[in-house]
């Protein structure tokens, strides 16, 4: 998205699946075995019309293809199997992906201090956060205040300034919270070990060689297909995006 709150990403369920490039997959793959998909949506279906989902794209793919893909319209919404939606913190593993290839490349120590990729990161504690203390959600770091987020709409630049600044609330590694924010220093070290901007990294080593063609961090392309994000305090939609 433009500025805001850390990188995320847009994606659709109609993604094909090629096995090239950065992922190492493996060379043979198993017998395909179909599962019994009948009744696949009534548990969506029932959320839908019971208030509590407003629509839903459901998809079931293994390592041949795509088995079954099936839109629920809701009343509000009626997206097409080939519409986008909008990630949030379904990035986070997608991003972690993009760690471990550089931990299985030899390029980064999960348990080594962060500072070593990040040298702003040090002082009243923060020398000590390691990348498994940010991907564990345990680096006593924590989220800024999300209407000031969506008021000030802070670049990338000033957001990393902003948490490199925050004092971690404990030990690193001795209590967990989830957060969001800390995760731009897991960008800013996939950035700095690659060469590349964080979007620019995840794309190049992770969409790309999936075959991902429609999962993004710059919406704009899509922003006909685009379902609207309901029910969080900020609206995010066709016209917001």
């Known amino acids: 998205m433009e500025g805001g709150a850390p990188q995320r990403m847009t994606t659709t369920t109609h993604d094909p699946h090629a096995t090239t490039g950065a992922l190492r997959l493996p060379a043979a793959r198993p017998r395909r075995r179909t599962p019994d998909l009948r009744g696949i949506g009534e548990p969506a279906r029932a959320a839908i019309d019971a208030g509590r989902i407003p629509s839903a794209v459901i998809g079931v793919s293994d390592a041949w293809g795509t088995l079954h893909l099936q839109a629920l319209a809701g009343p509000e919404d009626a997206p097409l199997t080939s519409s986008v939606f909008y990630l949030a913190s379904i990035t986070k593993p997608v991003t ?52 000031r987020l969506a008021k000030d709409r802070p670049g990338w630049d000033r957001q990393l300034e902003m948490i490199l600044a925050q004092t971690p609330a404990w030990e690193p590694g001795s209590r967990y919270r989830y957060a969001t924010d800390p995760f731009m220093l897991v960008g800013e070290a996939i ?36 379902v609207p994000v309901r029910g969080l305090p900020m609206q995010i939609g066709r016209a917001h995006v």
């Open 191 to 226: 950035a700095r070990l690659t060469g590349m901007p964080y979007a620019e990294a995840v794309r190049r080593r992770i969409l790309e060689p999936l075959g991902m063609k429609d999962t993004s961090f710059d919406p704009r392309p899509f922003r006909s297909r685009i």
């Open 96 to 147: 972690a992906l993009a760690v471990m290839q550089l931990v299985d490349e030899s390029r980064l120590d999960l348990d080594a201090p962060l500072c070593r990729i990040i040298p702003e990161l040090t002082g009243a504690g923060r020398e000590r956060i390691t990348m498994r203390h940010l991907l564990a959600h345990t680096s006593g770091l924590a989220d800024g205040d999300l209407e």
